[in-house]
């Protein structure tokens, strides 16, 4: 090859290389080749000489210095750092000096060609160069940034480079900007620059633009740079097409670039007029292919945000093209479609916005809001959610139409019900929206609403039938003539024939017909006939040549003619009188047309009516959204209950009156364990009642305490417990003035007048507000005994029992620690809140109020909260209420007894002799006291007794220091023994030695004979035990929980009572008795769970009670013993389940609840579906086949593990080999169907396919099969997955097919073959259940030949031996003089259940 170096350059053309090998070797003889790849060594000395010629020849240089920069270039990985950055330098030093030459060649006329080949090539290379460069120095930035070299770890050096080199790489666009800016097609022989040049600038900038870090701020200078130089090449060198598929390239690999490209979009149309760049890139990325786009998932994410970026900035412009875009709408990526309309909603917002739009625009706009709107139903729930958003902003920003809110606020509440969690967290958020942007009303009462739409339809039809009147009274001109011509005729025939003229009419001109024509007109409205006749005839003589005179005519038509003439002249001015307003005739007619007119009044009433109706449709459509959007508060998403929460504190302030059954129903969220829920609902009540308006702090106040009175009315006790908890939460954080506790206690205290409701919220407001603050109360103990426990006390019970239940707050506060050697806050005996208790206690027992017992049983507590020494004060009340019941008795009963030694149980010895309310009101006192004593004892005394053994053990040990101090051989012995050393409570056993120590008072002292409670268990038991005789409803309910208070105390006394117990809880028929003994069973379960294990049945057995009550008071009795395991789970849990399908939904909800925090324990759901399922088929005590369904949809959805599905799997089609009845088949196939199957799951099926083979004939369980082999195409894609299911349908239809060719040929003997096919399983059955350890819960399942049952276990354990006598009971009070063995309510020995399981405890539960 040639040595080119020495030719002149002249004579040789520099090719600008696609790769920078193909420099090294040559293609022609005239082609620059690069002739020797210096080493490493040369290329400092080397770069010297190049800067050197540099200072003589110029940017010319480079013509024969090429080959050194050509080697510094493929020695860049290892070539020294500081030779790398003077190459730079020098090769912009030369782009530079080279720019300022061609500024002065380009302006010349009379270029050489010579001289511009020599330019041209020096202009290639040192291009190419200071390229290729740039692109180096970028490899190795964006190298050294994914090896993740951080600031620690970078020298000061390496650091200052990096940042020289970002500062440089802005110079260098910028010098190539001004290159590019110069006129260079002058350069090339046909004036055009060639394409490789401007692609190996372009490619430089595209290079810079793939850094991840170049949409950062500090890069925008240089971001800004290259921007401006795609400009340049775009607006100068036809640049369109190749920049237009480089940026859908770098779209689709580049995710950090769609907002950079925006950018560039936007300085391209606004600074070089390219504003068809954005047309170019739009049809690009519309000609992708939709199914390849839902495989690259990355470059529909970048052609997604570029079209929403764009829309955003440019939204008229994305408007122009959005036609080539269309088409992805229906595509299977859902993320072009989420881009696609976002870009619809920015075009909405920014350009389709107002009334003022063209009718080509309002079009638009509404296909746009259709597509919106369509796409709410789209089968992508992330499409489904970002349209939701984008209506949302539209609806904030007021685009849209008013038309259109009523539809779209159908769809949003529809979407409530989705499925997907952040879908319905949007339409939320959507519905929220179109409250706070309503254009009807700050008020969206519909109740309000209606009776203001009725009053203006009203007035609105009434305006419309005067409008018709006044229509009506309007006459045409044509019907004037038809009236008046009858008249006329006859008028005419008599003026003919006399041929007379009557009437002269002065004025007529002979020149003037127009004023003839006005007379006869004038003349016949005056209904002056003749004379318009007689005027009319002298015109036919004297203007025979005007119209209408000069029509023709004959002589016998005169009449005719008269009259056509007539009828031209009064309808051609009835046509002409709206011009004319000189006469009083053409003044009325124009009015009376104007009436015909609708009036503007009838066109605004009309739009005011519209307006109320969108307003109350509106109204509808929000508290319709109110119900759907109330269950969503206890939904398992944090942000769907969030959202809800919001949702009602938007609806609370704009008044509609259904929100304050949501906001009462968000209560029971302040005990979430989410912190975000619980925070939720706390700033919720922050911003509905913490916020009042007023113009001073008192009015504020005021505001605020009606509003928490307001709603502590008609307030359950739950609620009153969570409201509770929010106040004492806000006193806690001193978010509630001191104003309105001042304002509370003035309405207790009566001075600012208002009604028993309100004072009574106040005292339990200022109640709720000790619980963050005791001393709210505290200081204030004698004002609340002095006001709240007065003389008047007798007439309102329920507010003495919220005076004490706030005093209560006193006690619960000053609770000591474990350990602490402080004493517990008690009050003397002698303090006057007991004495008042005492006196009130006393004073309303003989009186009949619905409310004494409730306040006896509060009194009660606080006076053993607060007490020294409470059982004192309360033996002494009870004491004093037995001498008054015993008074009431009759006086000869009286006299025979002596005052000192009569029992209570002598008070219901004839429950003829004594007031009924009396006796009630003794029982439940008793049950108080007998409670309070067992709490008083656990509790107190013993936190008592630890907390002086504590005292004693901490002395005892500073004495043994300081005598080991003094005489450290001697050993330390003290004279003195404490209480706790008396009772041997010493050493580690002390806390079992001390509960042992309560227990023994309960089991032997309490109910002793000596003690006051043993006088009153006995009236107890034979009231439990006598219904017959004591039916009054309010007397057995308390007996039964005073039975309740009285086991809870010894355990040998619950023992020996239970059977009466629990004959009262499944006999009684007062729903009030049953649910308060199912209260005081789970109390009992707790306490002594051994001896009430033998009798769950029972407790499950109240799950089916018929009384609503009863059965809500069963189940949440029941989910607190089993989810605390105090109740073993056994096969009568199918009885909760059952609850899904009770008519109430609170019911419903407490069974949801149930099994949700059941499904959170290992396996729990699992291992009881099997037995559930038994039960809830049984056709003699199951339930019917479509709740059962339902059930077990619900129950199934617990079922996610792989494992646990195999195993129900192969447990289900086992149990068809022991079903018995169509039904069972039908239900164990439908289990199949609800079980999310895989591979394994579908192999074990066809391993237990003998087990239903024989019962696919049946369609309905064939069908079932059919179902689950859907569900598994839809899943299994895998080629043993189909070729599996295929097997199995085939094995299937020959099966059902099978079995309906043999039914249809012998359908007697195959009955016969199949029912004696069964009878051995039959037998196995009997004998299964048999050996069942489970206690049934019902009759009919106590048959041992039951159709449905769990398959025996290998190995077989003893069975219980119950016995299935039956003893009746007497319930009614007509056997009053029966025996007393008659009326007993209790279960024999033989139904009394013997065998106990032990129940291990980790801790005594008593504590």
Partial sequence: MADLSSSPASSWEFHLPLSPTDLLRSAGSLQYVVQEVLPLKQLPGQLAVFRTVFRTQGPLAILQQFDTLYSILH?????????????????????????????????????????????????????????????????????????????????????????????????VVQLLVHLLQLDLHRLWSNLIVEEEFISLVSGCCYRILENPNIGYQRHRPTREAVIHLLGVALLRYNHMLSATLKVTQMLQHFEHVAPVFVEAVSVWIKDYGMKSIVGELLREIGQKCPQELSRDALGVKGYAAFLVELAGQMPAVVLANMSVLLHHLDGESYGMRNALLAAMAEVLLQVLNGEQLEEAAKNTRDQFLDTLQAHTCDVH??????????FTRIVQQKALPLTRFHAVACLAVGRLQDKTVTVVKNAIQLLAAFLSNNPFSCKLSCTDLTELLEKERQKL?????????????????????????????????????????????????????????????QLLRKSNYKGAIHLTQEGMHQFQAVEPFSRPRTEGDEEDFILSVLRTLYLGSQAERGGQGSTDGNEEQPQEADQVQPPSELVKQEMLVQYLQDAYNFSAKITEALSLVSRLMYESSVSVVQEAIEFFVVVSQFGVPEAVLGVRRMLPLIWSKEPGIRDAVLDAYRRLYLNPSGDSERARAQHLVQSLSLLMVDASLGTAQCLGEIISEFVQKDEIKPTVV??????????????????????????MMARGKPEIVGSNLDVLVAVGLDERVHEDYRLAQEVCNAISKIANSQKPGLGKSSPPFRLPQSHLLFERLCEVITEGFARSSAYWIPFTEMAVALIYQLAEGPEEICA???????????EKLPESEGAEAEPGSSSPNEVASDPNSIDIVVLTHLISLAGDVALQQLVHLELSVSTELRRRRVIGEEREAKEQAVSKTKVPNDKSSGNGTTMEEDLGLVGASADDTEAELIRTICETELLDGKQLLSAFFPLVLKICNNPGLYSDPALSATAALALGKFCMISSEFCDSHLRLFFTMMEKSTLPSVRANLMIAAGDLAIRFPNLVEPWTFHLYARLRDPCQHVRQTAALVMTHLILKDMVKVKGQVSEMAALLIDPEEEIVGLARNFFTELSSKDNAVYNLLPDIISRLSDPDSGIEEQPFRTVMRQLFSFITKDKQTESLVEKLCQRFRTARTERQHHDLAYCLTLLPLTERGLRKMQDNFDCFADKLQDTAVYNCFLAVLSRLRRVGTKPEMKALTEEFEQ??????????????????????????????????????????????LRAA?????????????????????????????????????????????????????SKRTPISRASRCGR
């Avoid at 019907?479 to 005729?489: I, R, V």
């Avoid at 005419?492 to 007109?521: T, W």
């Avoid at 509370?744 to 409701?757: G, H, P, V």
Wanted: glycine share 4%; charged share 30%; net charge neutral.
């Fill in 461 to 521: 039809q009434e305006m419309k039938d005067n409008c018709r009147t006044k229509a009506a009274m309007v006459i045409s001109s044509e019907e004037e003539w038809e009236a008046m011509q009858p008249e006329l005729q006859a008028t005419l025939k008599s003026c003919l024939c006399s041929q007379k003229q009557e009437e002269k009419v002065d004025g007529l001109e002979a020149g003037n017909p127009a004023q003839l024509f006005d007379s006869i007109i």
């Fill in 1341 to 1393: 399942n106590r048959e041992a030949g039951s159709p449905f049952f769990t398959p025996e276990p290998r190995v077989s354990k003893p069975s219980r031996k119950t016995s299935r006598l039956k003893v009746s009971v007497v319930f009614s009070s007509d056997e009053e003089n029966s025996p007393e063995e008659e009326l007993c309510a209790e279960l024999t020995d033989e139904e009394t259940p």
């Fill in 1291 to 1336: 094995k299937l239809r020959m099966c059902h097919n099978r079995g309906l060719d043999s039914l249809t040929e012998a359908p007697p003997q195959e009955s016969t073959g199949h029912k004696g096919r069964n009878t051995p399983l039959h037998q196995t059955a009997k004998k299964a259940a048999a050996s069942s350890r489970r206690r049934p």
């Fill in 742 to 767: 001042q304002l509370l206690w003035e309405r207790f205290t009566e001075k600012s007048q208002c009604s028993a409701l309100k004072r009574h919220a106040a005292i339990m407001l200022l109640g």
């Fill in 75 to 171: 020695h860049f990985r290892t070539v020294d750092p500081a030779v790398k950055e003077d190459a730079l330098e020098l090769m912009m030093k030369v782009v530079t000096s080279h720019s300022s030459a061609l500024t002065a060649i380009m302006n010349d006329a009379d270029l050489v060609p010579s001289l511009r080949l020599l330019h041209l090539n020096a202009l290639k290379m040192n291009c190419y160069l200071l390229v290729r460069l740039v692109e180096a120095f970028e490899i190795e930035t964006g190298k050294s940034n994914v090896v993740g070299l951080d600031s620690k770890r970078k020298s000061k050096k390496s650091q200052a480079k990096s940042f020289l080199w970002e500062e440089e790489r802005q110079l």
């Fill in 876 to 886: 002494q009340v009870l004491q004093r209420c037995s001498r008054q019941a015993l």
């Fill in 381 to 390: 729930g992330f499409v489904r959610s970002r349209v939701l958003q984008l």
